[in-house]
């Protein structure tokens, strides 16, 4: 097997992959690279770039289910789009990070969308690679030698077993406290 539902769902979305495929664990399937989330309306069947992006998406698929899933958005507000296109593949048990460019530095939350959890927080590292290693405790120098898709696998092995206890707020609430969509530069848009 060289495709996973999920990712094979997700066919002409995923962008810019450093990783595609299999990992190192049996019947799970990785991704690392860019997410389209919305798209300009294709005439005459050409290829556009997306409108709206996840940037440094790293997954994991085990069978129908999206097992992980992380990411930077410009806006907490593009969760809706992510929710819409993985649809059911997400599972409770799931473990799904979100890093929004407009959520407030001190300010790290849980939100259920579709009775799924999501852990809410800001990006203060430079990468969010960098941010899940310090999150789950997970040593650089331990990885440094691994192929790309054992470093997946290890994120994935490490997140199962994450319970951060963050507060839970509405995601209702999270998204009347986010603030304006920053740039690199953290100037407001």
């Known amino acids: 097997m060289t495709q996973n539902a999920v990712l094979s769902k997700l066919s002409g979305k995923l962008l810019s992959p450093l990783i595609s495929g299999p990992t190192g664990k049996a019947g799970r399937f990785g991704f690392r690279g860019e997410l389209g989330l919305e798209f300009p309306e294709s005439v005459a069947g050409e290829a556009r770039p997306p409108i709206t992006k996840a940037d440094q998406v790293i997954l994991a698929a085990e069978g ?8 930077h958005v410009d806006s907490l507000a593009h969760l809706d789009h992510i929710v819409a296109m993985m649809g059911d593949s997400l599972v409770p048990a799931g473990k799904y990070f979100l890093f929004a460019g407009n959520v407030d530095f001190s300010k790290k939350y849980a ?3 579709g009775g799924v959890s ?3 927080y800001p990006l203060d590292e430079a990468t969010v690679w960098n941010e899940l290693l310090d999150l789950l405790y997970l040593e650089r120098s331990d990885l440094k030698k691994a192929s790309a898709e054992a470093k997946v696998d290890a994120v994935v092995d490490a997140a199962a077993k994450y319970n951060g206890k963050l507060p839970v707020i509405p995601y209702a609430q999270a998204l009347a406290e986010m603030g304006p969509v920053k740039v690199a530069e953290n100037r407001p848009v």
């Open 111 to 113: 939100v259920e969308v």
């Open 64 to 71: 129908e289910q999206l097992v992980f899933f992380a990411a």
């Open 118 to 120: 999501w852990n809410v």
